[in-house]
C-alpha cells in the first residue's frame, strides 16, 4: 500500500514536472500569454522625452507625450548611491542569479502563501519587474493572461538577462520607472525632486527615491512627506543591511529632515517658455498647402510656405527621416535639441520684463485706469465701442462657443457671463483666489500689458534670449516671433539707410520746418512733431535721428521713394508683404515682429550684413549621433560705408538724443539704439546695440486702443527702453559671460562719416513703377 502511494506521488511529482516543463515552453513560444519577439526584447518600446538644452548646457524644458516625461540616463550616469539602493530594496541577489531568484521566490511562497505573512518580502527580481514594466502590464487583460502573468514575467527576466547586461538592466528600470508627478525615469525624477542630476544624488534623496518604487503613490514625498521618510528609512536600513552604508551613517541619515527642491514639470512654466513653444511649432510644421489655410491667413502661408524653401528647422520632422524611413517624433524619440539660449542671459531677460513691467510699471497703468468705466481702453472710445469690443472678446471664449454649442440663448449666456463666481486669476506676485464674473475677468486680463523682447548676437545670429510675454500660462501668444505691431520711430533707421545708400551723408543739413507731401494720388501729407526744438534752424541728418525728428524723416521721404524703401525693409529681413509703399511708410504705420527688427538692426552693427536669427546649433539623436547641424543665414543690404554712416547717427541717439535715458542704468558701453512710439501711445519700441549684442524690445496692449493716455509712460523711453537697461546692465555684470563695456566699434582708418553729397536738394535719386497703393498714416 504504502509503495503504491510512493510511487503515486512519483508520478504526480513527474507529471507536475512534466506539466510545468510544457507550460514553460508553451509560455517561451508565445502559445500561453504574450511573448515578445527577439526584436522587441533587443529593442524594447521606449518613448524618451525630447531635451532642450541652452548653449551653457542647461536643460531649458522637454517634449514629451502626457504620460511618458522621459529622459535616457546611460549606467554611467547614474550615481553608486541610487543603484545600490535599487539592489539593497529590490533585488539583494541581483548580480548572483540570472533572472530568478530561487531562494527569495521559496521564502515568499513559504511566508506569504503558506504562512500568509504579508510582510515577508516579494519573491520577484529586477528583472522580473522590469519584465513586468516592459511586457505585461498591459497584456494581462483576461483570467487566463492573468493566472499565468508570474511564469511569463520569469520567462522574459530570464531571456532579458540573456540579451542585456547587469547595468543595462538597472538602467532600463530606472528609465522605466513612473515616479509621478509627470516624473517618468530617474532623470527627470531627480530634477522634479531634488533639482539635480542623476549622478549627483545623495545617499538620503537616493533612498527616497527607490522608496517610492514599492508604492509611489503611497509614498509620493510630496504629498506625504513624513510617510515618505519613513519609507526612505526602510530603504537605508537595507542599505545598511546589504553593507553600503554603516550603522553611523544609516543612523545620521535616517535623523535627516525629507527636504525637496521641487520642480514641477510642466511646458508651460520654467526659463524660455514661449521660445520653447516656438520651436516646437516650427519643427513639426507640416509642408504648406494653401487649403490648409483660412482664407485671412494669406500672410501666414506666405511666411510658412518662405520658411519651408529656405528655413532647414522649419518642419524639420517632416524634412527628416530615421534609420526605418519615418520621420521622427520630437515627443518620443530622445533628441537633444542644442538651442543658442543662453540660461543666464534668459532669465535676466525674464527678470528685466518683471521687474520694468511687473513691479513699476502694470501698477501705474492699473492706477490710470481705476475708476474708469471704459477701462482698459482708452478713454479716446465711446462706451458704446468699448461694448462692442468687450462684446466681441466673450464670443471668441470658449465658454460662449461651449454653451452655444449647448443650446443657450443670448440672454442665458449674457446672464451666466455677468454671474459671479471663484476663480484663480493672474498677478505678477503669483496666482490669486477672488470673486469675479467671467465678464470681469475678460476685462480684467484685457489690464495686463504685454511684451515682446529678443536679444541675439549680431556676427552668427545665436539667439541668446527670448521673451513673448508676461507670463505663458496665462497670455500665450507670442509677441517675440510671432506676432507683429506697428514699429513708429524705429522704422526711421531704415529710411536713414535708404538715404546714405543714395549719397547723403549725415552731417547733410536741411531746414527743421513742417513737410507737406504729396502721394501718388495727388493727396497731401503732412506729419505732426512732438517737439519745435530748434525750429526753423539748419540741423543735420544726424540730429534729426536722434531726436527722432518726422519733419526730417519726411524730408528724407520726398526726396527718395517709398517703393525703393518697401523694397529695403523687405531685404532687412522682414516678412509682412502688405507693407504699403506710401510716403507715410517713413513714420513706421506697419506691423513688424520684435524678432524681425532684432535681426534688421543687426546690420548696422555688423558692417551692413543682416544676419538671420539662429534659435538651434545642431541636433542628436537618443544614442548621441549628430543628425542636424545649422549654420547662420547672412546677407549684405547694405554697403559697409553707410553702415558706418548709420553707426555714427544712431550712436547719437543714445548720446545726444531721445535714447540718452539708457545711460541712467549705469550703461556705458559704445553703442547705438532707437526709440519709437506709435499713434495715441499703442505700441512703445526700444532697439538698441553694442558691437556683439543686438537686443530689441516691445511693449504695448493686446489691443491697440489698450494704451496709457499720456505720454508720461507711453513712450517708448518709458515702455520699452527700460527692459532693454535693465537687461543689458544684468548681462555686463554676469563677467563669466564675457561681455565688456569696454568694447568699442571698430571703423576703417580715415573714415569721414561727412563724405557724401553736397547738394541735398536733388531730386528722387531711385525710381520705382508706381502701382498705384496709397494708405496714408496721419
Not at 97 to 106: E, T
Amino acid at each position: 500500500m504504502i509503495k503504491k502511494i510512493i510511487k503515486g506521488l512519483w508520478i504526480f511529482l513527474a507529471a507536475m514536472v512534466l506539466l510545468g516543463v510544457i507550460i514553460f515552453v508553451a509560455i517561451a513560444k508565445g502559445w500561453i500569454g504574450y511573448m515578445p519577439p527577439v526584436e522587441e526584447l533587443e529593442n524594447p518600446n521606449y518613448k524618451f522625452a525630447t531635451e532642450i538644452l541652452s548653449e551653457d548646457g542647461k536643460v531649458l524644458g522637454t517634449w514629451s507625450l502626457s504620460k511618458e516625461n522621459r529622459v535616457y540616463t546611460g549606467y554611467n550616469e547614474l550615481s553608486p548611491n541610487i543603484i545600490n539602493a535599487l539592489i539593497a530594496t529590490e533585488d539583494v541577489r541581483f548580480t548572483e542569479h540570472s533572472g530568478i531568484d530561487a531562494k527569495a521566490l521559496l521564502r515568499a511562497i513559504v511566508k506569504r502563501g503558506l504562512l500568509f505573512q504579508k510582510n515577508a518580502g516579494g519573491g520577484s527580481t529586477l528583472s522580473q519587474q522590469l519584465a513586468k514594466q516592459l511586457f505585461t502590464d498591459e497584456v494581462a487583460k483576461n483570467a487566463l493572461q492573468r493566472l499565468f502573468q508570474k511564469p511569463i514575467e520569469w520567462v522574459i527576466a530570464v531571456k532579458l538577462e540573456r540579451y542585456y547586461t547587469k547595468e543595462e538592466i538597472l538602467s532600463m528600470y530606472l528609465n522605466k520607472f513612473d515616479f509621478l508627478n509627470n516624473a517618468v525615469g530617474i532623470k527627470t525624477a531627480s530634477y522634479t525632486y531634488f533639482g539635480c542630476e542623476p549622478k549627483d544624488l545623495k545617499i538620503e534623496q537616493a533612498a527616497t527615491l527607490i522608496g517610492m518604487c514599492k508604492n509611489p503613490s503611497l509614498y509620493n514625498p510630496v504629498r506625504y512627506n513624513e510617510r515618505s521618510r519613513g519609507r526612505r528609512n526602510v530603504v537605508l536600513d537595507q542599505m545598511r543591511k546589504a553593507g553600503y552604508i554603516t550603522e553611523a551613517e544609516c543612523d545620521s541619515l535616517q535623523n535627516l529632515p525629507l527636504q525637496l527642491t521641487y520642480h514641477r514639470v510642466d511646458h508651460k512654466e520654467g526659463l524660455a517658455t514661449y521660445f520653447r513653444e516656438y520651436l516646437r511649432g516650427i519643427m513639426t510644421a507640416k509642408k504648406p498647402s494653401r487649403g490648409d489655410y483660412a482664407s485671412w491667413q494669406g500672410q501666414k502661408y506666405y511666411e510658412d510656405s518662405l520658411s519651408w524653401e529656405t528655413n532647414p528647422l522649419f518642419g524639420w520632422c517632416e524634412k527628416n527621416k530615421k534609420k526605418d524611413g519615418s520621420n521622427y517624433n520630437i515627443y518620443t524619440d530622445g533628441l537633444k535639441i542644442y538651442t543658442t539660449i543662453n540660461s543666464h542671459m534668459q532669465r535676466y531677460a525674464e527678470e528685466a520684463v518683471q521687474e520694468h513691467i511687473g513691479d513699476y510699471l502694470q501698477p501705474q497703468f492699473f492706477k490710470e485706469k481705476k475708476g474708469r468705466k471704459k477701462a482698459p481702453y482708452s478713454n479716446m472710445l465711446s462706451q458704446e465701442k468699448v461694448d462692442e469690443i468687450l462684446e466681441r472678446n466673450m464670443k471668441q471664449t470658449d465658454r460662449y462657443r461651449t454653451m452655444k454649442a449647448n443650446g443657450a440663448s443670448e440672454a442665458e449666456i449674457k446672464k451666466a457671463f455677468n454671474k459671479p463666481e471663484s476663480m484663480s486669476v493672474f498677478t505678477w506676485h503669483g496666482e490669486r483666489d477672488t470673486v469675479m464674473t467671467p465678464m470681469d475677468s475678460i476685462r480684467y486680463y484685457k489690464h495686463f500689458l504685454r511684451t515682446g523682447f529678443m536679444s541675439m548676437d549680431p556676427i552668427n545670429g545665436h539667439v541668446k534670449a527670448y521673451v513673448g510675454g508676461p507670463n505663458y500660462t496665462y497670455f500665450q501668444y507670442d509677441m517675440a516671433m510671432v506676432g507683429r505691431r506697428q514699429v513708429g520711430s524705429t522704422i526711421k533707421p531704415y529710411l536713414y539707410a535708404l538715404a546714405m545708400e543714395n549719397g547723403y551723408s549725415p552731417c547733410d543739413e536741411t531746414r527743421n520746418v513742417e513737410q507737406t507731401l504729396i502721394d501718388e494720388n495727388g493727396r497731401a501729407w503732412s506729419p505732426r512733431n512732438t517737439t519745435k526744438t530748434r525750429y526753423g534752424e539748419m540741423v543735420t541728418l544726424k540730429w534729426g535721428l536722434a531726436n527722432s525728428n518726422n519733419w526730417i524723416s519726411a524730408y528724407l521721404m520726398g526726396k527718395l521713394n517709398p517703393y525703393a524703401l518697401a523694397k529695403l525693409i523687405h531685404s532687412f529681413g522682414v516678412r509682412n508683404k502688405d507693407i504699403v509703399p506710401s510716403v507715410s511708410l517713413c513714420l513706421g504705420p506697419c506691423e513688424i515682429s520684435v524678432g524681425e527688427m532684432v535681426s534688421a538692426y543687426t546690420a548696422f552693427a555688423n558692417k551692413g550684413i543682416r544676419v538671420a536669427p539662429l534659435f538651434v546649433t545642431k541636433i542628436e539623436d537618443s544614442e548621441g549621433n549628430v543628425i542636424s547641424t545649422f549654420t547662420p543665414q547672412m546677407e549684405e543690404v547694405i554697403s559697409a560705408s553707410s553702415a558706418y554712416k548709420m553707426l555714427v547717427m544712431l550712436r547719437a541717439v543714445i548720446n545726444e538724443g531721445t535714447g540718452g535715458s539708457v545711460r541712467r542704468y549705469g550703461i556705458t558701453a559704445d553703442m547705438g539704439g532707437k526709440t519709437g512710439t506709435t499713434n495715441r501711445n499703442s505700441d512703445g519700441w526700444f532697439m538698441g546695440f553694442t558691437p556683439s549684442l543686438v537686443s530689441g524690445c516691445w511693449v504695448g496692449g493686446e489691443e491697440r486702443d489698450i494704451h496709457f493716455d499720456t505720454m508720461t509712460y507711453g513712450q517708448g523711453a518709458r515702455l520699452a527702453l527700460p527692459i532693454w537697461g535693465k537687461y543689458m546692465q544684468k548681462v555686463f555684470a554676469d563677467k563669466s559671460l564675457g561681455y565688456d563695456q569696454t568694447q568699442r566699434f571698430k571703423m576703417p582708418d580715415g573714415f569721414d562719416p561727412c563724405a557724401g553729397m553736397s547738394d541735398t536738394s536733388g531730386d528722387t535719386l531711385i525710381e520705382e513703377p508706381e502701382s498705384g497703393l496709397d494708405e496714408l498714416f496721419n
